[in-house]
């Protein structure tokens, strides 16, 4: 059964106009990444101001929420996740199915493209691309978790999930560094700090947060979203609004 | 047989068996006939027709401007939608009104952020305002198929997309407006000269102004190619956000290759560097982020009229777009 929820919030995320973005998006990266390898002829460190900046810093979240509420957030809207729920098929099932296919959607949308562009802007031998690649996976498993979880608790998914991607993690983050901490970017790039070792600080790599912390409160983080949106999709009320 | 109501089709057999006498009081017996339909009359099923006075097309225009700039706030439309448009609301006010206490409270003797880099500083939260209002004002006309009722009262299309866009622009620059002005108030409770001080206010309320029409026309013309709900306001958001992102990269990239005057034009793809640029040759202040802009008239010629291009290319778009609205 689990297969056949997967199969068919694959052809909703995919059949539908959003899919667009979903390429259009990671082909835009992949020229940013060209255009910076012709600026800087391959300087890691103009690798890592792109990535940070614009991969990481932007397009991950957004990709993520794309996908996040595209496989949930649009059926929950529309009314017809009702025919989905009416089946005899445990909502924890419904749930980890959507999920699965959103976490490969962004590992295929967002993480491929963010090492490929890494690659193509200049690394040294491959460390930046695998420290980045399990950056950016962390990274994903955690933001498409938060952002299903909240696409079944509220309808303003898009702006709350932006509010709290960039606003908090990058706007308030430059004011008040505590607030860094409280970061799924930042948890996610002290992987990438320590798997640069001594490199890390001379390109810039550099995160307010320990690793063990930092994976410690990843897991969490994915773990209480994805707890949080079962019990919320148990006992979905389904209303409409406009 | 006479008690029974008489029905067309007997009346007419009947009128056609016996001779006329008969199928006057036939006729007679059923209800009263309706008055004569007029002319402009497809079908009166004899309800009392309306002989007050009607306030016609500019009316119509008006109520539809009013309805949107209400729904833009919330106001006339259940409290979940209205929890969304004023914490954005809050966060744009924040800034100017920690400054202002600041200022009680330290004595500065500066603003923090000067009245035209204000939008630029709160780039995020101004985008996330317009993709969330503008999906409201036409998606959901589109998407339930009521724009045929909107099109049968006196009122043409091109009237409905200018209803909707200055709805969507004086909502904005009312927001944006009020930010400026809290600004203004900060600076004359620290005692800064006040003329110099009201320029630049005057200065921030036109560059909000343009800022607002800009980013109103992009908006709309999204939220009207996307009806699904939800779908809008991710399509806006990540247009406006990738756009400046990568803006930013090709500023970079034209600085470290060589072409500062390329470097100087690129932020006129994006609403915000565009309305900055506008500003800075215009009024003569300090560009926000520091950010380099052609000089002289020229630059201001082409920014500006970018700008108005810009804003008549959506008109266009969405003027476009309704032609061929019709049903679902």
Known sequence: MIFVVMHLTVRGLLGRRRAVLFVLLPLLLLLMAGLVRWASGGDPQSTVKLTNEFSVGTLLPLMCLLIGTGVIGTEIDDGSIVYLLAKPVPRRTILWSKLIVAWGATLVFAVLPIIAAVEIAGDEGTRLGWAYGVTATLAALAYTAVFVALSVVTRNVVIIGLLYALLWETVLGGYVPGVRNVSIRQWALAAAENMLGDRAPVWGVTSDVSLTAALVLLAATTIGAIVLAVRRLQTLPLTTRD | ???????????????????????????????????????????????????????????????????????????????????????????????????????????????????????????????????????????????????????????????????????????????????????????????????????????????????????????????????????????????????????????????????????SYLPALNPYGLVDGIAVRLLGVEPSNSTAYPAGPLGLLVFGSLAVATVGACLAILIRRYQKVGGV
């Not at chain 2, 992009?218 to 939800?230: E, P």
């Open chain 2, 1 to 263: 047989m006479s008690s029974v109501e008489p029905v067309p089709g007997t009346a007419a057999s009947a009128a056609s068996a016996a001779p006329a006498a008969s199928a006057v009081p036939a006729a007679s017996a059923g209800p009263a006939q309706p008055a004569a339909p007029t002319g402009d009359v497809i079908h009166d099923i004899g309800f009392r027709h309306y002989d007050g006075q009607r306030f016609g097309r500019g009316w119509v225009v008006r109520s539809l401007l009013v309805e949107t700039v209400r729904g833009v706030f919330g106001l006339g439309r259940p409290a979940k939608s209205k929890v969304m448009p004023w914490v954005l609301i809050a966060i744009l006010l924040i800034p100017p009104l920690v400054i202002a206490v600041v200022i009680l409270l330290t004595g500065g003797n500066e603003l923090g952020i000067s009245y035209t880099q204000y939008p630029g500083s709160m780039e995020l939260v101004i985008s996330l305002f317009v993709a969330g209002a503008a999906p409201y004002c036409v998606s959901r006309d589109l998407r339930h198929g009521v724009m045929p009722l909107y099109l049968s009262r006196p009122m043409r299309r091109s009237d409905y997309v200018l209803a909707k866009f200055g709805g969507l622009a004086i909502s904005m620059f009312a927001v944006l407006a009020l930010a400026e002005t809290l600004l203004l108030v900060g600076a004359l409770l620290m005692k800064l000269p006040v003329g110099a001080q009201l320029v630049g206010w005057a200065g921030g309320i036109l560059t909000v102004a343009i800022l607002a029409l800009i980013l109103s026309g992009i908006a709309l013309v999204i939220a009207a190619f996307t009806l699904r709900r939800g779908v809008g306001v991710a399509a806006i958001i990540t247009g406006l956000l990738v756009v400046s992102g990568v803006v930013q990269i090709l500023i970079a990239i034209a600085k470290d290759k060589g072409y500062p005057t390329v470097a």
